[in-house]
T-cell receptor, first 113, second 112 residues
Framework: EDQVTQSPEALRLQEGESSSLNCSYTVSGLRGLFWYRQDPGKGPEFLFTLYSAGEEKEKERLKATLTKKESFLHITAPKPEDSATYLCAVQERSGGGADGLTFGKGTHLIIQP | DGGITQSPKYLFRKEGQNVTLSCEQNLNHDAMYWYRQDPGQGLRLIYYSQIVNDFQKGDIAEGYSVSREKKESFPLTVTSAQKNPTAFYLC???????????FGSGTRLTVV
């Protein structure tokens, strides 16, 4: 069974203090790993998809990386508006069964001014 | 602008009642999904549909039902058989070959 574990559960940083969020996964065959941002009371907003180990993607202050067992979301010099819950999800490469994403529980990030 | 519209934003259900959550998309996406989100838990898949008039159960389908009569619409009914329906419900869609999911803004269902 797919499993996605995110750490830490919560993280409080000062503005400008860089850090990384972790997403470890176990899946028989990875089709894709996704990062989303979710603000309170809203739906998740798509950030990145990573398909293979060694792949990296960047968007503003965010950079996502992927290995065979985990993904990191690096946040460089964060601002208060980066405060949100960051969700990781995996999609298994399979010929049948559920086609949906398996989500981790998320990391609640707070950036203090 | 293209997107997914969920309604209502807030919904209250009495014990023994069935309620239906609406999900409409104008992205021309083939696949649509329903997820449930509870505090401290990840999103869990309820039902998904990859084509009109066809849908599949997800991990927690018991107590829920869906229909897919039109490509644009994928309503979710929470039946009285669902014993713990209070949660945040999210609808999503994706296009075949496109691995990015677009989510709606969610419906918060509360049992009163």
């Amino acid at each position: 069974e797919d499993q996605v574990t995110q750490s830490p559960e919560a993280l409080r940083l000062q503005e400008g203090e860089s850090s990384s969020l972790n997403c470890s996964y176990t899946v028989s065959g990875l089709r894709g790993l996704f990062w989303y941002r979710q603000d309170p009371g809203k739906g998740p907003e798509f950030l990145f998809t990573l398909y293979s180990a060694g792949e990296e993607k960047e968007k503003e202050r965010l950079k996502a990386t992927l290995t065979k067992k985990e993904s990191f979301l690096h946040i460089t010099a964060p601002k208060p508006e980066d405060s949100a819950t960051y969700l990781c999800a995996v999609q298994e490469r399979s010929g049948g069964g559920a086609d949906g994403l398996t989500f981790g529980k998320g990391t609640h990030l707070i950036i203090q001014p | 602008d293209g997107g997914i519209t969920q309604s209502p934003k807030y919904l209250f259900r009495k014990e023994g009642q069935n309620v239906t959550l609406s999900c409409e998309q104008n992205l021309n996406h083939d696949a649509m999904y329903w997820y449930r989100q509870d505090p401290g838990q990840g999103l869990r898949l309820i039902y998904y549909s990859q084509i009109v008039n066809d849908f599949q159960k997800g991990d927690i389908a018991e107590g829920y039902s869906v229909s897919r009569e039109k490509k644009e619409s994928f309503p979710l009914t929470v039946t009285s058989a669902q014993k713990n329906p209070t949660a945040f419900y999210l609808c999503a869609s994706s296009s075949t070959g496109d691995y990015g999911y677009t989510f709606g803004s969610g419906t918060r269902l509360t049992v009163v």
